[in-house]
């Protein structure tokens, strides 16, 4: 029964998932220095901070071919390629009578939608950490929904954060 609740949440699938590692040594117990660029954490470092990853809230204003799951994930697809990432899957679902939400797992977090085509208006979220460049996403975005109005706020997730956690400066 245990392997159906793994298969069911994802796990051993041909996706490189596995059940999480809880042998070994402790991360509380050792010593962290976030600010070592050396380290290969995937952690951002940008002007003195260091936090877990950049995330993009990014709304698209009359947008077309916000109802087409094809059109949505060929744009993850260029959202992930042009920004550097790895793409892990993709999910997508149509509603009735209009509507999509989707989203594509990366190994450097994720990009999601919701849409409300009736209005022209996509909801997007990119979060990316790593060497990722998630901001390359907007100009994807605005080329593959034809429009020029595509706003944006940034979100740097875990900032302060990574630093309180008892790590070395």
């Given at each position: ?85 790895t793409l892990l899957h ?35 979220d990119v979060f990316m ?41």
């Amino acid at each position: 029964m245990k392997d159906i609740n793994l298969f069911q949440l994802g796990y051993g699938l041909e996706t490189g998932a596995h059940e999480e590692d809880t042998t070994g040594t402790c991360p509380e117990t050792t010593a962290r220095d976030v600010f070592d660029e050396s380290r290969d954490d995937h952690f951002i470092r940008r002007d003195g901070a260091v936090f877990a990853g950049t995330h993009l809230i990014i709304e698209v204003v009359n947008g077309v071919g916000l109802d087409d799951e094809s059109r949505i994930q060929q744009a993850f697809r260029d959202c992930v390629d042009t920004c550097g990432a790895t793409l892990l899957h993709i999910h997508t679902h149509k509603f009735s009578p209009q509507g999509v939400s989707g989203v594509a797992v990366l190994a450097e977090s994720h990009i999601s939608v919701h849409t409300w085509p009736e209005i022209g208006y996509g909801a997007f979220d990119v979060f990316m950490c790593g060497d990722a460049k998630p901001w390359l996403a907007v100009d994807v975005l605005a080329k593959a929904f034809a429009t020029g109005d595509v706003r944006v706020r940034e979100l740097k997730r875990g900032e302060g954060v990574v630093a309180e956690a008892g790590i070395a400066a």
